[in-house]
Nanobody, 124 residues
Framework: QVQLVESGGGLVQAGGSLRLSCTAS????????VGWFRQVPGKEREFVAG????????YYADSAKGRFTISRDNAKNTVYLQMNSLKPEDTAVYYC?????????????????WGQGTQVTVSS
């Protein structure tokens, strides 16, 4: 069992930065691939970024490339999403999720565990 807690969301002006954290309970978190997703009301959950269990492989949605960076510190059971050059269209609830087998990172149904989300609001 893995429990995930996101933090670091908030209100920021366009062009600003935020760093989201996803902290997990459970000794085996280092064996899980992790993804970040986001969702706005009335829309499907959207893949943002993913990272393999070792951190050696990372994946990004086109909307995140060049602006967001995913990383992890397995000693701290934490995965980070550094978000720079934020835009109003990045406004959403951001979720992290853990996947034991690291399949298709972009598919929400691949993931076994989800956090409760953290709100990111980017003002223009």
């Amino acid at each position: 069992q893995v429990q995930l807690v996101e933090s670091g969301g908030g209100l920021v002006q366009a062009g600003g930065s935020l760093r989201l954290s996803c902290t997990a309970s459970g000794r085996t978190f280092s064996m899980y691939a992790v993804g970040w997703f986001r969702q706005v009301p009335g829309k499907e959950r959207e893949f943002v970024a993913g990272i393999s269990w070792s951190g050696s492989s990372t994946y990004y949605a086109d909307s995140a490339k060049g602006r967001f960076t995913i990383s992890r510190d397995n000693a701290k059971n934490t995965v980070y999403l550094q978000m720079n050059s934020l835009k109003p269209e990045d406004t959403a609830v951001y979720y992290c999720a853990a996947d034991r087998f690291g399949g298709d990172y972009a598919r929400p149904d691949e993931y076994d565990y989800w956090g409760q989300g953290t709100q990111v609001t980017v003002s223009s």
